[in-house]
């Protein structure tokens, strides 16, 4: 955990109390699921010594035990200076707990209510440079049964720039 960075996730676990959003930010980074903790073992090997790794550098061979659960997306700036983030690709895994998002941007999957909870952990993310653990309480199609772990590992550009993420996400059955 980066102690600069500390009041980001701070002021997003206080956010999601305030607006309802079924998410929390761990950034312990103490995972559940042992897929999680290997995908970020990954991105940690795969980063060396920079401070972000470029995707390009995340091959099918180094990613093979993990392709069906992940997830690659690009924050794309449009015109006035915002930004949306655009799935270049979505896990067949991932597609089973929701929609297939692969070529669409969040913003046109994610159900109004949800997209701002959402926006803001990749902002996070993505302005931190740093990975983070993600616990929600899954909803999609009207369903409300599932809980996600999630970790989302930021990716730079050849400049080493914040770019875009690489996301993994854990489904488990929320005992009531």
């Known amino acids: 955990m980066v102690p600069s960075v500390q009041p980001l996730w701070d002021s997003f676990n206080a956010r999601a109390g305030r607006e309802a959003w079924p998410t929390i930010c761990d950034a312990s980074l103490t995972f559940d699921s042992p897929q999680l903790k290997d995908l970020l073992d990954i991105w940690r090997h795969v980063a060396g010594t920079r401070r ?3 995707r390009a550098d995340f091959t099918a061979r180094a990613l093979i035990r993990h392709l069906k659960y992940i997830s690659f997306v690009e924050r794309v700036r449009s015109g006035d200076g915002q930004h949306r983030y655009f799935l270049r690709m979505v896990g067949r895994s991932q597609v089973r707990n929701g929609v ?3 070529g669409k941007y969040l913003d046109e999957i994610i159900a109004p209510c949800f997209i701002a909870s959402w926006n803001a952990a990749y902002d996070m993310v993505m302005q931190s440079a740093t990975p983070l653990r993600f616990v929600s309480n899954f909803r999609a199609l009207d369903l409300d ?7 989302v590992l930021p990716l730079g550009d050849a400049a080493g720039a914040p770019w875009g993420l690489l996301t993994s996400t854990n489904f ?3 005992v009531a």
């Open 52 to 54: 972000l790794p470029m």
């Open 100 to 102: 297939d998002g692969t």
């Open 145 to 151: 049964h599932l809980t996600a772990e999630s970790v």
């Open 172 to 174: 488990t059955p929320r």
